[in-house]
């Protein structure tokens, strides 16, 4: 081999390394007595699926994620909505909410712009937003994020605490034995798209005290203390938080 082509090969060797190093997990947990803090290159632990793909046009790429949140959370008595809910062990936002709208001028059916007031939920029919195995999917910023419950880190966890509220509340998974008081609406959308609520759309569900054993944050008691909940069905996670001091994900 001439020593253009060994220079070649040392160039997509050193490519390929960077690129398989870029995509490798690395996050770091630190907990003080004021604060938990979790650093991460927003690369998770296990497999990711294929980015872009039909209903996601972006790709996944590497972050400098530093979230810190309180390491004494207090309860207060009013439920702030939140986008960005929180981060997992594994230092992936957890991020439920989406910026989608139903748009019936947009090719994709759904844009930004929320005149219609039905918010596309991601975890909805269809896998409209092209959720992967492990109900993530990719960012414009290239962020990968979760929208579900991730069956990997269900399964990999040593316990049921999967990762942190941005209030500092834990957010546990414990299967079934968590229901949400979440249910469909009956009928029909009363304006555009019409049709029934089959859950494509966040207000397709309305709150229900007492239909579960979970608040409206999807939080509840859990050994003493209070805590939110990943759940197999809607929210899936917090909407909403809590806490009286939170920090702001992005």
């Not at 009013?78 to 947009?106: C, F, H, K, L, W």
């Not at 229901?179 to 207000?203: C, F, I, Q, V, W």
Request: net charge negative; with cysteine; proline share 5%.
């Amino acid at each position: 081999m001439n020593s253009k082509a060994l220079l070649l090969a040392a160039v997509a060797v050193a490519t390929l390394t960077t690129a398989v190093y870029a995509l490798t997990n690395r996050v770091a947990l630190a907990k003080s007595a004021n604060e938990i803090c979790i650093t991460s290159n927003g690369i998770p632990d296990h497999a990711v699926g294929q980015f872009p793909n039909r209903g996601n046009p972006h790709s996944i790429k590497s972050q400098n994620i530093k979230v810190c949140v309180t390491s004494n959370p207090q309860k207060g008595n009013r439920a702030q909505e939140v986008e960005t809910v929180g981060i997992a062990e594994n230092g992936i936002i957890i991020r439920p909410g989406t910026a989608d709208y139903y748009d019936a001028s947009s090719p994709r059916g759904h844009s930004r712009d929320r005149s219609s007031g039905w918010n596309l939920d991601g975890m909805g029919p269809g896998n409209t937003l092209g959720l992967d195995a492990n109900n993530a999917h990719v960012d414009n910023r290239g962020i990968y994020h979760y929208h579900g419950v991730p069956e990997a880190l269900a399964k990999t966890s040593d316990d049921t605490l999967i990762g942190w509220a941005a209030d500092g509340f834990e957010i546990h998974y414990v299967g079934g034995s968590a229901k949400p008081s979440y249910m469909l609406k009956n009928g029909t959308r009363p304006t555009a798209p019409g049709g029934a609520y089959d859950g494509s759309y966040n207000e397709d569900f309305e709150y229900v005290r007492g239909y579960g054993n979970l608040d409206q944050c999807n939080g509840a008691m859990l050994d003493g203390e209070y805590v939110y909940f990943a759940t197999d069905a809607y929210p899936f996670y917090p909407r909403c938080l809590y806490g009286t001091d939170f920090t702001r994900i992005r």
